[in-house]
T-cell receptor
Framework: TQLLEQSPQFLSIQEGENLTVYCNSS?????LQWYRQEPGEGPVLLVT?????EVKKLKRLTFQFGDARKDSSLHITAAQPGDTGLYLC???????????FGSGTQLTVLP | GAGVSQSPSNKVTEKGKDVELRCDPI?????LYWYRQRLGQGLEFLIY????????KSGLPSDRFSAERTGESVSTLTIQRTQQEDSAVYLC?????????????FGQGTRLTVV
């Protein structure tokens, strides 16, 4: 079983602040995805990273895949209340077909 | 339909009763996943279907849990003799293939409460 650990588990910040969420594993992943989930909804894909060291930007969100493809980070610049939600990382190893999810980071951005 | 549809959206059942949860995936999607999400937590993998291959049942927590899928369409997750620890949101997702980069599209989930 591949385990994905996310930190922090909870994060409450003021609008305009920057933040970073981490996703770590002892396993190597062929690809890693980040999802955001709002209350009462299913998770929605934000980004997929596949190459070690890859960096992708989505407006104020920057995603990085570790060189060894065992970890990833999500950095949000100038957070806004609309960024509030549960952020989940998810990965697939080369052998496993199922998508393994991390425990999630609950982000609250206060106006 | 346009997205993944799950029913019912909410289910309250008495301890010891059986429940069936339904998932209608996006048309044409060959891969289908079931996950369980306890309050404020991440997603716990339950079972994965890919085309006509044997399902990956490695995440089912006990023999009270089972799931079926008819071809590449509807799937049903059945929980027998429900226990209070089964209370959670059960999420279904589908994708166009089992490849590493494919996006999983989720339904809104079924919130199961066992009383």
């Amino acid at each position: 079983t591949q385990l994905l650990e996310q930190s922090p588990q909870f994060l409450s910040i003021q609008e305009g602040e920057n933040l970073t969420v981490y996703c770590n594993s002892s396993s190597v992943f062929s690809s890693l995805q980040w999802y955001r989930q709002e209350p009462g909804e299913g998770p929605v894909l934000l980004v997929t990273v596949v190459t070690g060291g890859e960096v992708k930007k989505l407006k104020r969100l920057t995603f990085q895949f570790g060189d060894a493809r065992k970890d990833s980070s999500l950095h949000i610049t100038a957070a806004q209340p609309g960024d509030t939600g549960l952020y989940l990382c998810a990965g697939r190893s080369g052998s496993a077909r199922q998508l393994t999810f991390g425990s999630g980071t609950q982000l609250t951005v206060l106006p | 339909g346009a997205g993944v549809s799950q029913s019912p959206s909410n289910k309250v059942t008495e301890k010891g009763k059986d429940v069936e949860l339904r998932c209608d995936p996006i048309s044409g999607h060959t891969a289908l996943y079931w996950y369980r999400q306890r309050l404020g937590q991440g997603l716990e993998f339950l079972i994965y279907f890919q085309g006509n291959s044997a399902p990956d049942k490695s995440g089912l927590p006990s023999d009270r849990f089972s799931a079926e899928r008819t071809g590449e369409s509807v799937s049903t997750l059945t929980i027998q003799r429900t226990q209070q620890e089964d209370s959670a949101v059960y999420l279904c997702a589908s994708s166009s293939g089992g490849g590493g980069n494919t996006e999983a599209f989720f339904g809104q989930g079924t919130r199961l409460t066992v009383v």
